[in-house]
C-alpha cells in the first residue's frame, strides 16, 4: 500500500505534512514531490499517466490559487484522488483553491477536504486502502475509538 502527496509548491508543504504525518500513523508508504499543473506540467503528465504503475494507490494532491493540481492528476490517472486546497499567499481567501478543486466536472472526480484540510486528507486515504485491508481497518476502528474517548474524557470534567 502506498500513498502518493504532491503539491504545487514547497510553500504547500506545512499544510501537506499534516497528510503525511497520518499516513505514517497509519504505517503507510509515502511518496511526497512537487509536480507543479503549471511550471511542471510534463512532470504532472509522467506522474499522473503513471502512478498506477509505480505502485501508488491513492493520490493525494494539494494546491493554491488557481489549484488545477488536482484535477488535472485525475483526468489522467485511474487511482482514487483527494484534493486539499491550500489557502496560498495570492488566494483570494482559500475560495480560489476550493472551488478550483471542488467544481469538477462529471466523470473527472476528486474527493475534496476543507481548506488546508490535509489531516482528513490522510485519513480519508488510510480509509480507501482499509476497505481492502482488514488489519488497516482494525487500526481505523482504534483511532476512531480513540477519538471518541477523548471527547468523553473531556466531557467528564465539565461539570465537576
Do not use: C
Not at 491513492?58 to 485511474?78: D, F, T
Amino acid at each position: 500500500m502506498k500513498v502518493a502527496v504532491v503539491m504545487g509548491s514547497i510553500s504547500d508543504m506545512p499544510v501537506m505534512q499534516q497528510a503525511i504525518d497520518v499516513l505514517k500513523e497509519f504505517g503507510i508508504e509515502t511518496l511526497v514531490d512537487i509536480v507543479s499543473a503549471h511550471r511542471t506540467p510534463e512532470k504532472l503528465v509522467d506522474f499522473s499517466n503513471n502512478a498506477h504503475k509505480n505502485g501508488i494507490n491513492v493520490i493525494i494532491a494539494g494546491a493554491g490559487g488557481a489549484a488545477h493540481l488536482p484535477g488535472m492528476v485525475a483526468s489522467m490517472s485511474p487511482l482514487p484522488v483527494i484534493g486539499v486546497p491550500v489557502k496560498s499567499s495570492n488566494s483570494i481567501d482559500g475560495w480560489d483553491s476550493v472551488l478550483s478543486i471542488l467544481q469538477m466536472p462529471g466523470g473527472v472526480p476528486v474527493a475534496t477536504v476543507a481548506l488546508n484540510g490535509a489531516k482528513n486528507a490522510g485519513l480519508l486515504a488510510v480509509q480507501i486502502l482499509a476497505s481492502q485491508n482488514a488489519a488497516l481497518l482494525e487500526k481505523m476502528i482504534q483511532y476512531k475509538l480513540g477519538l471518541k474517548e477523548a471527547v468523553l474524557k473531556a466531557a467528564e470534567g465539565l461539570n465537576n
